[in-house]
């Protein structure tokens, strides 16, 4: 852990079912190598995990079964350690390679900037050699001036224990890459002659792995992964297929059918996803099916139906059982499903060094430099929209506090931003540079329309609001909103339109809030003889809602709009201005803005707008300079409150 982060307080349930082949699943680290320094469920580091999969790998030796560690991509875009250099992900890359994989796959984060598509090519890629799979994804090496692979194109290995593996790695249909990047269209994948050929590959085959930056849940309309499973299942009927996703932001399992499963496994350094699997078929197995001395799981690969789960003899044509899990990212966490493994200490050497390179790296980055000390906590959704300890409610006075022109600061002003702007909530206790990615990390810039009419100007943000999220045409999710990304809807993706008994993957921890106000959301019954519960993940799934390693209390959710707007330099005596500067980001001016004034009855084009602050100042800018100006209570011992929900 780092100095600063913070132990947790609730243990584990139970211990976790071994399986004769079992799976640990990171993906959407997004940079938060560091872990949660100010959240004690998610206060493990790097270091820390590196142990842990050393412990669990010799664990697994023990028992005689295989464990195989799959990441499914995003490692940058989201916290300092990976966005304060460039490229992002120079320091926190190399920190990430501690782990020793055995897949890995490419997230869309990996392809907005050529840069960082090269260093993943060039890099990141030759580090993990053929683990690291990219069935679908190309780039143009410079030497040669045609596209490749950035990984390989599928790995077939065989395990310590004797399991024949086939493995593609699928990104999404991802139309946001720069232009020396291609992703292959699932559809199009599926028909060419070497995906078909490693299908019916001429070699014996016990299982299929299909790791992707994809949701599983194939309801959500990104997902591409039914047409990767539907061309498996039909040209290999009897085979078994495990799929591991990522993007969506989620904890979920799916059932696809009786041999065939699918886990995602959060994001940010939350989770850490377990599934096992006992049952399958292989000549040249020669591990233990059932290690003793351990649960083993029982699940037969059937929806659980009215909350209650199939027993394990329910006849179906298949003999696989499985488990999954959704361990909180914590020490606590580790330890606990370390046991029987450790020889004196948790941690390894290995460990402790890349512990103490994250410290030295947020040193050398100037993550910790102190700006003020957040006097409360402030959520993205656990409060209604505007209501106290709704972090939006804190950026109307941040916005028209500090997004000012000094030459026209007395003109009364309207700033709009998108709410999407914002990735993660902002804890009470020191904030820091590394803050600042955390919590506003993109680069938008301010611009405006000068004197506008106020009966225009004042109409805006309600049209902006009722109509469609805006995204940039050719940035398609670096600014979506909390729900699109999943981070906040308790159950049912919001790019789709999907039945109430469709999407309902999971319950999303994001929400966070006192837990005294909670209208739109339920708690768990305690029994007199339960201790209290912390807020956290609360999950429902294809397998029901025993999923979630560390019971928590549910946070509430509150939906949050479109976007936001700040009022500044309004007259004194309430009355409202004539006219008004229309400010807004950059990348909703020509698309959202301007359409929406002229809907109004404006004439407006995009040759009226123009920069209303430097370049310069963008999103990520106007919070640490409020935390300068008026978080300075405290300083330089902030006090740090007990996180979101508490």
């Avoid at 040249?284 to 909350?307: D, E, H, L, S």
């Avoid at 990615?437 to 938008?444: A, E, G, M, N, R």
């Avoid at 919001?494 to 106000?517: M, N, V, Y």
Wanted: hydrophobic share 35%.
């Amino acid at each position: 852990m780092q100095p600063e982060a913070r132990g947790a307080v609730a243990a584990p349930r139970a211990p976790l079912e071994w399986g004769q082949l079992n799976f640990l699943h990171t993906t959407d680290t997004h940079g938060w190598l560091e872990g949660h320094l100010k959240e004690q469920n998610y206060g493990a580091d790097w270091g820390d995990y590196v142990s842990f999969t050393r412990h669990m790998k010799h664990k697994a030796g023990n028992l005689g079964v295989d464990l195989l560690l799959v990441d499914t991509g995003d490692l940058h875009d989201g916290n300092g350690l990976s966005d304060a250099t460039t490229p992002n992900g120079a320091l926190s890359n190399p920190i990430f390679e501690n782990v020793d994989y055995d897949l890995l796959t490419i997230g869309n984060h990996e392809l907005y900037v050529s840069e960082i598509a090269y260093e993943t090519f060039n890099q990141f890629s030759k580090v993990y050699g053929d683990r690291y799979i990219t069935s679908n994804v190309q780039i143009i090496n410079p030497a040669t001036g045609k596209f490749e692979y950035i990984g390989s194109r599928y790995r077939y290995f065989t395990t310590d224990h004797g399991l024949r593996i086939m493995a593609f790695g699928v990104l999404y249909d991802f139309t946001g890459n720069s232009n020396v990047s291609k992703v292959i269209k699932a559809r199009d994948l599926v028909k060419e002659s070497w995906f078909l050929d490693a299908v019916n590959f001429p070699h014996p085959i016990d299982l299929f792995v299909v790791l992707g930056h994809n949701p599983v849940r194939t309801t959500v309309s990104s997902s591409t992964f039914g047409i990767i499973y539907s061309t498996i299942r039909s040209l290999r009927p009897k085979i078994p297929i495990q799929t591991f996703g990522g993007h969506t932001h989620v904890r979920d399992f799916v059932v696809y059918d009786t041999m065939s499963t699918g886990l995602e496994s959060g994001r940010y350094c939350e989770t850490l996803g377990w599934a096992s699997m006992s049952g399958i078929n292989s000549s040249t197995f020669n591990g233990n099916q059932k290690p003793r001395g351990v649960p083993n799981p029982t699940q037969k690969a059937v929806k659980v139906v009215n909350g209650t789960a199939p027993p394990g003899n329910v006849s179906t044509s298949s003999n696989l059982v499985y488990s999954r899990r959704y361990l909180d990212w914590n020490r606590l966490t580790f330890e606990y499903h370390a046991t029987g493994s450790q020889e004196g200490t948790f941690d390894y050497h290995s460990g402790q060094r890349v512990t103490t390179e994250i410290t030295k790296d947020r040193k050398q980055l100037n993550l910790t430099a102190l700006y003020g000390c957040v006097p409360e906590t402030y959520c993205q959704s656990c409060k209604p929209f505007l209501a106290g300890g709704n972090i939006f409610k804190l950026l109307q006075t941040a916005l028209a506090a500090t997004v000012i022109n000094a030459s026209r600061a007395d003109i009364p002003r309207l700033i709009i931003i998108n709410t999407g702007s914002i990735r993660f909530d902002l804890v009470e206790g020191p904030f820091t540079f590394d803050d600042s990615f955390i919590v506003s990390p993109f680069d938008d810039t301010f611009q405006f329309i000068p004197n506008v009419p106020y009966a225009l100007a004042g109409q805006v943000i309600g049209i902006l609001n009722a109509g469609a999220f805006q995204k940039r045409s050719n940035d398609e999710d670096r600014n979506l909103s909390p729900q699109d990304f999943h981070f906040n809807t308790p159950l049912i993706p919001s790019d789709a339109c999907i039945a109430p008994d469709e999407g309902k993957p999971a319950s999303i921890l994001r929400p966070r809030s006192e837990e005294k106000k909670q209208p739109l959301t339920t708690r768990n019954l305690l029994t007199r003889q339960s201790p209290p519960l912390t807020p956290g993940y609360v999950t429902t799934d294809d397998f029901g809602t025993t999923g979630d390693d560390t019971p928590h209390s549910r946070i509430p959710y509150y939906p949050q709009p479109n976007d936001l707007q700040a009022n500044a330099s309004f007259p004194t005596d309430g009355t409202l201005p004539q006219t008004v500067d229309l400010v807004f980001l950059d990348f909703i001016g020509a698309g959202y803005v301007v359409p929406a004034l002229n809907k109004l009855g404006g004439k407006y084009s995009a040759s009226d707008i123009s920069y209303y602050l430097s370049k310069s100042f963008t999103t990520n800018s106007y919070l640490p300079v409020y935390a300068q100006r008026f978080w300075q209570k405290g300083v330089p011992n902030c006090p740090i409150g007990a996180g979101v929900g508490f």
